[in-house]
Every structure is written in structure tokens, then in C-alpha cells.
């Protein structure tokens, strides 16, 4: 799949420093007008306006706020898509940066805006190559990454991926700093099912609790031995995140409420965890209700596919990296819990997601992912287009795939 056959003059670098200041911009509009998820409806007017104007684009829509380009080589060749997502979340903006927020209560604050601001320069720069492409780049700016059950599903099902070789996709990644891109093959985030609970007892004055079966003291024991799946269950060398996330019950302190509800998430990298952490929980609480007398109700929903990375189109994509920015930038990623729908475009072809470092500590940009503070080194911006635009360079070369 790699191939270290030049095939063009181009410096995909320098065609991306060119565009430096009008990605900052597109990065900073957005910013300043997030759009929550499957309601990003100027947000994909302004990404379909701004590719219509490119030209030699097949620019379409396959869902209401998502926009897909087809920029289709002059030589026929393999199809490499590439991914950007485009929603922001309902946080209100602290930030004091100039380009903040002018959406109440919205806020780009997980660098979705950097995402689609990335994949828009490298399609302004791929549009006027097609002559040297071999094969199709596929553009998929896709919308609702931060609200189950996603848009990247919606995407897939209305065809987006048929006839895709390979798919890449990146995350703008505060925990890294800027000028490191990380790839890893095999797992890198997790799939983040979620769970509810509610513990029936039977409910009666604070001062005979011999008459009650109190459901926040069983609730506190299902909660305690919850952690025994994660420390006395799972793999050690295996990773799982159990957490009870919220725990409601009572109205008043003279009242032993009758029923507590408790919901959380469940963190796994697939087989074979993800299926036998719902059955270990369930004995837990079976086994914990039943001793205390109290009555259970339990649902679990399967969320996003944890993100696993395909070994060949990472190894392809450590080249492009390297390519593109060098050697010393190009760094192993560090998996994480949080889930990604990027996975549902992984069902449909192998695929690698990477993260490109936005971290600048003297600048104070350290703000976490969904922090209402958060913001990038915009820097990492140019790194994106860079390596996007060798990506398909390099995959569409015309050389044998290996
Ligand atoms: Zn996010
Ligand atoms: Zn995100």
C-alpha cells in the first residue's frame, strides 16, 4: 500500500502554508457560529457553497446537514474518503479569544470546526490536481458526531461509503502538542455504551427504616461492588471503564426514598468485553438486590463501535505523516475511552483515525476536549491540510498497491 515512488513536484507543505490564513478563517467563522448536532444547517450550506466555488467536485447532500464532494481523478484508480465532522456541543463559551462563540449556549468545543476547516483546504488544493490522480477522493463532511446515534451512521446507510478502498479521518487532539501527529494500528477509542438502573425498594419515614427496604443504601452497595468488574473481572492487561454517572432518588430528609435510578457508561474495546460486562453487572445487581430484599429494572444501549485502526492503512499513514511533515512529527497514539462514530465508516472499509497534536502550554491552550474553555493552536490546522493532501497524493499515485 505505501510507495516511495515520487510521483509529483507538489509539496503538499507548502501548498497548505499558502492556505494558512484562509483555513484560520473558515476555522474561526465556524467557530464563531456553531450548530448542535443534526441541526448543522448553515454550517453544510457554507461547506457545500465553499465547494461548489472549487469546481470539478460532485457536491451532494445525503442527509440534511451533511455534505459529500466526489472529486473524481482524470485516471481511473482505487477511492480513498476522508473524513470531517462538523457539529459543535451545547456548552457556553468561556473563552475570551475574539472568534468566540456567537451562538448562546453552543459552542465549538471539541475542534470539529478545525476538522471541516482542514478537509476544505485540502479539497481547494486535491480540486486543482485531478489531472494527477489516479482513482477518487471522497470528501465526507459529516454532521452529529456528538449525539448518538450519530451521523456517520446516516452517512453509510444513504451509500457515502459504497465503492471507498480506504477511509482516513483525523481528530484535532489537545492531550498532544502541536507539531505531533499520533497514529496506532489496532485500538484507539472506545465504544461508549451507556446503562440504567433503577433499584425498587419500598419507600417510609426516615426514622423507621426497619419498615423500609431503602433504595439509596442498596443503590450505594450496587455501586461499590460495580467496581469489583473493572479491578477483580476484566484482563488486566485488558482496558474497561465502568462509571455510575448519576444517581437520583430522595426528596427530603425525612423521607427513605422507595426507588433510586442510576445510569452510567460503559467504556470497552470491543470482543470480548463489551458483551460480558452487561452480563457481570447484571449478577451484581440481581445478586445485590436480592439480598437486600429490593426489585431491579436494567437496560443497556449499545452506542458508537469502538474505534479499531486497520494495521495496513496505518502503516500507509505513518508514511504519510512522515511524508508530509517530516519524520520527527509522526508519534504512536495513545488509545482513549472516548467513542467515536468514525468507527461506523470503519464497518464499510479498513480504515485508520489519527489525532494531530493542538496542545500549547505557553499559550495556555490546555484546555480538555468539551472544556468551556477549550480551543487549539491553530497551527495544527496546516499540519491537517498537509497531510491530507499527501494522503491522497500518495494513494492515488498510480503506483501498484501493495
Ligand atoms: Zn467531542
Ligand atoms: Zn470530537
Not at 473558515?26 to 457560529?33: A, K, P, S
Not at 470531517?84 to 468545543?109: F, K
Not at 517530516?326 to 465508516?345: H, K, R
Amino acid at each position: 500500500m505505501t510507495s516511495s515512488i515520487p510521483t509529483t513536484d507538489i509539496s503538499p507543505a507548502q501548498e497548505a502554508a499558502k492556505l494558512r490564513d484562509t483555513v484560520i478563517g473558515w476555522r474561526r467563522y465556524l467557530h464563531q457560529n456553531p450548530e448542535l448536532s443534526f441541526h448543522e444547517e448553515r454550517t453544510a450550506q457554507f461547506v457545500h457553497d465553499k465547494l461548489t466555488e472549487l469546481g470539478g467536485l460532485e457536491v451532494s447532500r445525503p442527509t440534511k446537514t451533511s455534505v459529500v464532494a466526489r472529486l473524481i481523478g482524470l485516471h481511473p484508480g482505487p477511492v480513498i474518503a476522508m473524513r470531517a465532522d462538523m457539529d459543535a456541543l451545547p456548552i457556553t463559551e468561556l473563552s475570551e479569544v475574539e472568534y468566540a462563540s456567537r451562538n448562546p449556549g453552543v459552542m465549538h468545543a471539541c475542534g470539529h470546526d478545525g476538522h471541516t476547516s482542514m478537509l476544505l483546504g485540502a479539497a481547494t488544493v486535491l480540486a486543482g490536481l485531478r489531472d494527477r490522480l489516479h482513482g477518487e477522493v471522497r470528501f465526507i463532511f459529516q454532521h452529529a458526531e456528538e449525539h448518538f446515534p450519530g451521523g456517520a451512521q446516516e452517512m453509510v446507510d444513504a451509500g457515502v461509503m459504497d465503492g471507498v478502498d480506504i477511509v482516513i479521518g483525523a481528530h484535532l487532539w489537545l492531550p498532544m502538542p502541536v507539531g505531533k501527529v499520533g497514529v496506532r494500528a489496532g485500538a484507539l477509542m472506545a465504544s461508549p455504551d451507556v446503562f440504567r438502573l433503577v433499584i425498587r425498594g419500598s419507600g417510609g419515614h426516615a426514622a423507621l427504616p426497619h419498615e423500609t427496604v431503602d433504595s439509596i443504601a442498596v443503590g450505594a452497595q450496587v455501586v461499590t461492588n460495580l467496581q469489583h468488574i473493572v479491578a477483580r473481572n476484566v484482563d488486566p492487561l485488558d482496558n474497561a471503564v465502568v462509571s455510575v454517572t448519576r444517581f437520583i432518588a430522595g426528596t427530603a430528609n425525612n423521607v427513605i426514598p422507595g426507588s433510586a435510578e442510576l445510569t452510567g457508561t460503559i467504556r470497552t474495546f470491543g470482543a470480548p468485553w463489551r458483551d460480558r460486562i452487561p452480563e457481570l453487572m447484571e449478577r451484581i445487581v440481581r445478586g445485590v438486590t436480592q439480598a437486600h430484599g429490593a426489585t431491579y429494572e436494567l437496560t443497556f444501549q449499545r452506542s458508537y463501535r469502538p474505534v479499531v485502526n486497520d494495521e495496513r492503512v496505518s502503516d500507509f499513514m505513518r508514511h504519510v505523516v512522515a511524508n508530509a511533515l517530516g519524520a520527527d512529527a509522526l508519534v504512536e497514539a495513545t488509545p482513549c475511552m472516548g467513542g467515536e462514530d468514525f468507527s461506523a465508516f470503519q464497518q464499510r472499509a479498513p480504515g485508520s483515525f489519527f489525532f494531530i497534536g493542538a496542545r500549547n502550554e505557553e499559550r495556555g491552550i490546555v484546555h480538555p476536549h468539551h472544556h468551556e474553555r477549550f480551543d487549539i493552536d491553530e497551527r495544527a490546522l496546516e499540519s491537517g491540510v498537509a497531510i491530507f493532501i499527501t494522503a491522497a497524493l500518495e494513494y492515488l499515485s498510480g503506483a501498484p498497491q501493495q
